[in-house]
Nanobody
Framework: QVPLVESGGGLVRPGESLTLSCVAS????????MGWYRQAPGKRRELVAT???????NYADAVKGRFTISRDNDKNTVYLQMNDLKPEDTAVYYC??????????????WGKGTLVAVSA
């Protein structure tokens, strides 16, 4: 497994912004895909955004135009810039990595999650 550490969650008001970060640790050669998922209370975990190392991104319709995913391959870090947050964005946000190449093999991992709460 590749440990992932998320940060940047919190409580904000509608219309405000937050930036989430997720760092993958260890001796990593490459990470094919880094992304963010979220799970709201009583709902299933859903994709928010993913970004391939070659630059292809994918966004959920609900966040297109408001959220931007980016990554720093040298730092094995993925970011999620969230603008114009809405109460329906309230969820635990999970970082995900796919096909992480390490000395021990190739792995996929999930972070433990960071809470984003949007409320007036």
């Amino acid at each position: 497994q590749v440990p992932l550490v998320e940060s940047g969650g919190g409580l904000v008001r509608p219309g405000e912004s937050l930036t989430l970060s997720c760092v993958a640790s260890g001796t990593i050669f490459s990470i094919a895909v880094m992304g963010w998922y979220r799970q709201a209370p009583g709902k299933r975990r859903e994709l928010v955004a993913t970004l391939h190392k070659l630059g292809r991104s994918n966004y959920a319709d609900a966040v297109k135009g408001r959220f931007t995913i980016s990554r720093d391959n040298d730092k094995n870090t993925v970011y999620l810039q969230m603008n114009d947050l809405k109460p329906e964005d309230t969820a635990v946000y999970y970082c995900n990595t796919e096909r992480v190449a390490t000395e021990e093999g190739v792995f996929s991992s999930w972070g433990k999650g960071t809470l984003v709460a949007v409320s007036a």
